[in-house]
Each structure stands twice: as C-alpha cells, then as structure tokens.
C-alpha cells in the first residue's frame, strides 16, 4: 500500500489532489492544510508520497519539501504556479523533488504520480542490491582478517585457512562471517 500525505492550505486544491491520488488501487491518504501539521504528522506516521500544494499558510513549501527528503526515501511532488516552477526547479532539482505546474492537469498529474511509483521502485531495488553487496564486503573483510590470524598464529597456509574457516562453518552449522568472528574474538585483542 502507497502511503501519501497531501499538504495545500486550498481545499480545492486539497480535494482535487486527493481525486486523481484515489484513482490508484490500494493508497492511504491523509491530508494537512499547513506546513506544520505536516511536520508534526510525519513524526508520528511514515509516508511514501508527500504532495506540497505551494505555497501553504504559513510557509512557502520549497524549504519543507526539501527538509522532507533529507536522509529519507520519501518521494515528494512540489506543486507550484507555472510561472515559478523554473526557478523552484533549480533550487530543488539536486534534492530529486518533482515540481508540477498549477493549474493541474489531472492527466500529467497522475503520470507524474506513476513516474514517482516507478522511480521509487527502481531506487529501492537498488537500495537493496547495494546494502546485499555491502554486507558481502562486510563478510569478505572479517573472513579475510580471520584467514590472517589463523595464517598468524597458528602457521596455516591462506589456503589451509580458508578451508578451516568453512570446515568450521559446516560443521558448526554457522556462517563462514560468524566463524571469522569467532576466531578474531579468540586471537585478536
């Protein structure tokens, strides 16, 4: 389930964004009509979507979209009057935040929503391809720190090492990382 948060101080506007968003199977949407119900929501729940109908009451939206991507992996849609939407491009470009032109046409706005889905589904698989490779570097380094222990201390060859260390992990039923560890625990200090 995609989880959006529509922020716009118009109700127009609000109910508009929330008609094309509810076309989508499976969302859950909550809405907010200020850039502080906004940032007081987001602590207590998490979402996938933020939409900014700019400028809300009591803030102008540009700063709050980008305060919103920080280290996160929400997705935000900044929508602006389209004689602004140059110069908010380029402030907001580099942090990955869309901008849309008021008024809205239903049609671009939801492939825009879509082009977000999909953008958010490719970052997130390679999110999880990069965090499977860092681990595997992560194993690598304590196998190898445990092979030159066990090279170190006990006269083993590199390749008498690494059969140790898997012998150990089959045997124990471990993984070969787990048994590395093992082993610095036991000659490293």
Known sequence: MDRYLIASSSEKGRDALQD???QQKDVYMDAVSTGGELRRLML???FDIVVINAPLSD???IELACDIIGDSDISVILVVKAEFADQ????VEDYGIYVITKPINRTIFYSAIKFVLASRKRINSLYKKQTKLQKQIEDIKYIDRAKCCLIEYLGMTEQQAHRYIEKQAMDMRKSKRAVSEDVLKTYEM
């Open 59 to 61: 803030e102008n939206g």
């Open 44 to 46: 207590d729940q998490s």
């Open 88 to 91: 908010v491009s380029e402030i």
């Open 20 to 22: 094309v968003i509810s």
